[in-house]
């Protein structure tokens, strides 16, 4: 069965705009845990707008699940990971004003660069994982650089999928083949959603965990979040 990490970003994000912790994030961390998600992921960014360093420490101890710290790894991302020491980190090369995630890792041009920065997190016994685009070649760049997994970034399958072509999943087919062909595991996140996130999972191979937030969340607000999360494992089962 695939994994299924929840970003709870959007939780923050709805705190941030009254102040005060309503809602409390850590409770709707263990609730997710409670309702069946296998791990918690989440996204701070320099400026603090959603997630903010304090609560990846208040998270670190109540995480019973996985706990995965996505970012990019900047010196203070770095030091931040390296205090929580979560299950996985998961480098993403978005700039501080990025609204979301919107590219992979060129792996071949910043190669030296992520195998430090690997080895570092891996010294500290920290499964790492390299957003990347589903692209042959920048899975090879990935296994270059040692690291554990890579994070296919599924945004553009999620725009073809929702205008009826199916053959946008190929790539990411060819990607996944490639990345077990190569002895990397295998986690995708960006967009999946209740709507194809079954088809993704039957057509993608070795596919052990997907990151989902931003959809999960909106779809709960219709659904209820215990439904939501006991869907999205039915889907994956």
């Excluded at 309503?22 to 845990?33: F, H, M, T």
């Excluded at 980190?89 to 060129?106: C, F, H, K, R, Y």
Aim: net charge negative; charged share 20%; aromatic share 8%.
């Amino acid at each position: 069965m695939t994994k299924l990490s929840v970003n709870i970003n959007k939780i923050a994000t709805l705190r941030n705009a009254r102040g005060g912790n309503v809602p409390d994030l850590c409770k709707v961390a263990q609730d997710i845990e409670c309702f069946g998600g296998q791990g918690i992921t989440v996204h701070p960014r320099p400026d603090e707008r959603h997630i903010r360093y304090q609560d990846v420490f208040d998270l670190q101890p109540l995480i019973t699940t996985e706990f995965n710290i996505e970012g990019n790894p900047t010196p203070s991302f770095i030091e931040l990971v390296l205090k929580v020491k979560p299950t996985q980190v998961t480098l993403v090369p978005d700039a501080d004003d990025a609204i979301t995630s919107n590219a992979g890792w060129d792996t071949l041009k910043y190669k030296s660069f992520l195998t430090e920065i690997i080895q570092e997190f891996q010294r500290s016994h920290i499964r790492t994982s390299i957003f990347v685009d589903p692209i042959v070649a920048q899975i090879e760049g990935a296994k270059a650089t040692q690291t554990d997994r890579v994070e296919l970034y599924t945004e553009s399958f999620a725009h073809q999928y929702g205008l009826g072509n199916k053959l946008g999943v190929q790539p990411y087919v060819e990607a996944a083949m490639k990345a077990q062909e190569l002895g990397l595991g295998l986690n995708a996140g960006h967009d999946l959603s209740l709507d194809n996130i079954a088809f993704f999972k039957q057509s993608v191979p070795g596919l052990l965990e997907v990151s989902i937030g931003h959809a999960l969340i909106a779809e709960s607000l219709y659904l209820g979040l215990e439904n939501v999360v006991q869907m999205y494992l039915s889907r994956l089962a």
